[in-house]
């Protein structure tokens, strides 16, 4: 059983920046393909970046690509998301996910979520 908690959520102005993380405990990190995603209020759950088990592999959607920046240290069992030039638009609770043995852009691949993390987004 693998445990996953978010941290670095908060509230910024538009332009900002923030970098989340997401801490595994309970299971060989370096197996899982994690990846991060976000639900607004009134909207369905969106994948926004994943990566690969070693890290070399990584995928952004487009609504984040060149702003957005994923990383994962399988030494500390942590994958962050690098924020920056935040929009209003990406206001949400962002979770974490792993999946094991690989990685996906489809929330119903991942095994294991976090209890996510608050970020908002003023203009």
């Known amino acids: 059983q693998v445990q996953l908690v978010e941290s670095g959520g908060g509230l910024v102005f538009a332009g900002g920046s923030l970098r989340l993380s997401c801490a595994a405990s309970?299971?060989?990190?370096?197996?899982?393909?994690m990846g991060w995603f976000r639900q607004a209020p009134g909207k369905e759950r969106e994948f926004v970046s994943a990566?690969?088990?070693?890290?070399?592999?990584?995928f952004y959607a487009n609504a984040v690509k060149g702003r957005f920046t994923i990383s994962r240290d399988n030494g500390a069992n942590t994958v962050y998301l690098q924020m920056n030039n935040l929009k209003p638009e990406d206001t949400a609770v962002y979770y974490c996910a792993a999946d094991y043995a690989s990685w996906s852009t489809v929330a119903n691949s991942y095994e294991y979520w976090g209890q996510g993390t608050q970020v908002t987004v003023s203009s």
């Open positions: 990566i690969s088990r070693s890290g070399g592999s990584t």
């Open positions: 309970g299971g060989s990190f370096s197996n899982y393909g």
